[in-house]
């Protein structure tokens, strides 16, 4: 393995990461700093190794016994590589990753020191539980919480630029009560919910032969826009809510559409390949890069995995990616809206499920209409997103994404799924009782003879949508770009087992547990066709940000919450706590849990904008605007005094005025606002959606409508120009 050689000097060197000047092949260190496959094959013992396989691949209990031997074999691989420290890694409700580093080193009361880590510290830690968000699970005098080895994750080596290493174990984090802290264990639960309720319908169709049980798989595209840190520095808002709180829009934007997929700047391709070479070294699957829609926005995409990895994984990329920035002299804006006028990020959470044999079960194949098995798959997500399209669109609120859905820009936050012409061809004649056939795409000619003919698809794509079909898996594109994907994954994973459940009760009342292949088809046929005809309103092909649009779902009923406020709601129901219950994700408790550190995490970063815009007016804009309309006032009275006729800049003069006092009084009530509060979280969430944020937006316009006619060298911070186009 070539990177981390040990050089004459016993010193470990590091790799080097330009892979220009790096001749080694990726494939060669994909994965070398993490603790899985071989290097856990070459460490451990046979024994060891084949039961700790068994626990990671089929889901048996992880026998304690052979903490030790891990945790030994861990630790001095982890030294080998140059790591000092360990510490269990773990996904608290902050929706950012928390470390709490231990040093290998014990000091002995001989005064001599040894390197130690046990089984012990392996399997469980104890972090104080009461500086994260519980949501009223814990009291600060409560502080007692666990956080527990997820060997299905490989634990990994992050290196920071300074070179520091340290072992990062994948944990889940739960309190001293037993509830979950965290958004991993949720998600755990919600994976074997889902494995549960789909190995009941494999059985019926005798497709269970030999899959021990099911795997949610996930691949999620990031989107992030790249400024130039130094430009970042100056601007408050950025280094303190990830976004521009004011901003003209540049002359040029994305009109002419040569951002999206362009040549990747140079420095920018230093620094995507400086992150992927260190995301493969983490065992993370990158795969894509490339420009995005808006100037300086680009997006990196990894090949699929078994959802929990890929949760970790995704973590891993966002820090990878601001890490490494900020090494090539970038700020990375993970942010949802970083800049008004222009598109946004998100984050296509591409969801799918397979067995345990790795067969996809939202593969339609060939002659879909006699795959009756892929039918009830697919049956079970519409019935799932129409029954809680509140509570997926809830999954994904949050203060940032509010600038996305209902803002008339993709997707949309009514949420329904586009399925294309194959599945709703199909779909119409399952209502009918009878499908009879698959609609092909057949081929493209393109009109020359020298270019290859074509296979095309049967349906086409459909970039407006929220839920989207794309060949043999969902597109959850509503999901935010900075959005800590386990959550969304845990409520979708959670509604699907319920339909599942649903749909194979169903089936079995109709045909018995061991139906015959006949039986089986006309239940699933009747099963089906009831519920197409009550969920397909979920399903919409068209223009997902036209007006229309929007008349249609509320004529068909289905749900338009546009803001965070309006959504979270969604998880105080009496049916989202039925459904997280019956199926052990989360109890009543843990979900209002959530519920809470929701409502105060939007509470609270609408808080951070107010005084963010407040500070940036008073001690930045105005002060700036301040000297405009005295180098006016003065020119005018230079001219004057000159005897000239000065009256169209005493009007340019008087209007500068009007717009400075517009700006001192929308502040002013921005203040004053900001100060009041409410107790009831409903309703403190709607005084921010209906007084805050349109009074931020009024402060914005006005910050805007001045920085058009002040000078450009009086304007305190980076322009839009300057950051997104003047590179
Ligand atoms: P597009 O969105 O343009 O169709 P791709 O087909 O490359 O792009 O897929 C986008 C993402 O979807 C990738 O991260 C890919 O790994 C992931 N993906 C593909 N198949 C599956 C699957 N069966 N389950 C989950 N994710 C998948
Ligand atoms: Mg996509």
């Not at 996930?218 to 100056?234: D, I, K, P, S, T």
């Amino acid at each position: 393995m070539h990177p981390h050689t040990t050089n004459t000097h016993g010193l470990h060197m590091t790799p080097n990461t330009s892979t220009f000047e790096n001749p080694t092949r990726a494939s060669d260190y994909f994965g070398c700093m993490t603790f899985s496959g071989d290097t856990m094959l070459k460490r451990l013992p046979s024994d060891v190794f084949a039961k700790l396989q068994k626990t990671i691949i089929e889901g048996t209990p992880l026998d304690p016994a052979i903490a030790n031997t891990v945790a030994v074999a861990m630790k001095d691989w982890s030294i080998e590589h140059g790591a000092t420290h360990y510490c269990h890694w773990f996904q608290p409700l902050t929706g950012i990753t928390a470390e709490k580093h231990d040093a290998f080193l014990s000091p002995m009361t001989d005064g001599s020191a040894i390197e130690k880590f046990s089984g012990n510290q392996l399997i469980i830690g104890e972090p104080d539980a009461s500086s994260f968000p519980s949501g009223g699970i814990r009291d600060t005098y409560e502080a007692r919480g666990y956080t527990a080895w997820d060997c299905t994750s490989p634990a990994f080596l992050l290196k920071n630029p300074s070179g520091i290493t340290t072992l990062c174990i994948p944990t889940a984090f739960v309190s001293w009560t037993g509830e979950a802290l965290d958004k991993k264990t949720p998600l755990l639960r919600s994976i074997q919910a889902l494995s549960k309720q789909a190995m009941r319908i494999l059985r019926l169709f005798g497709a269970d032969k030999g899959v021990t049980h099911v795997v949610g798989t996930l691949g999620c595209e990031q989107e992030y826009f790249l400024v130039e840190r130094e430009q970042a520095e100056l601007r408050l808002d950025l280094m303190m809510t990830g976004r521009t709180m004011i901003g003209a829009n540049a002359p040029k934007g994305h009109q002419l559409d040569d951002h999206y997929f362009g040549a990747v700047p140079d420095r920018v391709l230093a620094f995507m390949a400086e992150v992927e070479s260190r995301l493969f070294e983490l065992g993370v699957p990158v795969k894509t890069r490339h420009n995005e829609v808006a100037p300086s926005q680009y997006e990196l995409a990894p090949l699929f995995e078994n959802a929990n990895i890929a949760v970790d994984h995704q973590m891993i990329t966002m820090q990878v990616l601001r890490m490494v920035a900020r090494k090539h002299g970038f700020e990375c804006l993970l942010h949802e809206k970083p800049f008004a006028g222009i598109n946004g990020s998100g984050k296509h959470n591409n969801w799918s499920i397979a067995t345990s044999t790795g067969v996809n079960l939202l593969d339609p194949r060939e002659e879909t209409h006699t795959n009756m098995q892929f039918l009830v798959f697919l049956a079970a997500v519409i019935r799932a997103v129409d029954l809680h399209a509140d509570m997926l669109r809830a999954s994904i609120a949050s203060a940032p994404n509010d600038h996305r859905l209902g803002a008339n820009e993709a997707p949309p936050a009514i949420m329904s799924i586009f399925l294309g012409d194959m599945l709703t061809d199909i779909i119409d004649q399952v209502e009918s009782g009878k499908p009879k056939k698959t609609k092909t795409g057949g081929a493209l000619d393109l009109g020359a003879t020298t270019l290859p003919q074509i296979p095309r698809h049967a349906s086409d794509r459909n970039r407006t949508s929220p839920f989207a079909f794309t060949g043999n898996k969902f597109e959850f594109r509503a999901v935010g770009s900075t959005a800590a994907v386990a959550w969304p994954n845990t409520v979708l994973n959670t509604i699907v087992a319920e339909s599942l459940d649903f749909l194979a009760g169903e089936l079995e009342r109709k045909a018995g547990r061991n139906p015959s292949a006949a039986k089986l088809e006309t239940a699933v046929k009747a099963v089906l066709k009831d519920v197409i005809a009550k969920h397909r309103r979920v399903c919409f092909d068209g223009d997902g940000y036209s007006e229309a649009w929007h008349k249609e779902a509320e004529k068909r009923g289905l749900p338009n919450m546009r803001s965070t406020a309006d959504a979270l709601g969604a998880f105080r129901t009496k049916k989202a706590r039925d459904v997280f219950s019956r199926y052990h994700v989360l109890s009543a408790r843990e979900l209002e849990a959530r519920y809470d550190v929701l409502v105060e995490n939007y509470c609270t970063v609408l808080g951070i904008e107010c005084r963010t815009m407040v500070q940036m007016v008073r001690t930045q804009v105005l002060p700036a605007a301040l000297r405009t309309q005295e180098e006016l006032a003065t020119t005018v009275s230079a001219t004057l005094a000159a005897d000239v006729d000065c009256t169209e800049t005493q009007n340019e003069l008087r209007a500068y005025v009007g717009m400075v006092n517009e700006l001192r009084n929308a502040v002013t009530d921005l203040e004053k606002l900001s100060a009041k509060h409410h107790k009831d979280d409903e309703a403190e969430m709607r005084f921010l959606r209906d007084g805050v944020v349109p009074c931020i937006a009024r402060v914005r316009a006005a910050c805007d409508a001045l920085e058009k006619v002040t000078p450009s060298d009086n304007w305190p911070v980076p322009t839009y120009a300057e950051m997104l186009l003047m590179k």
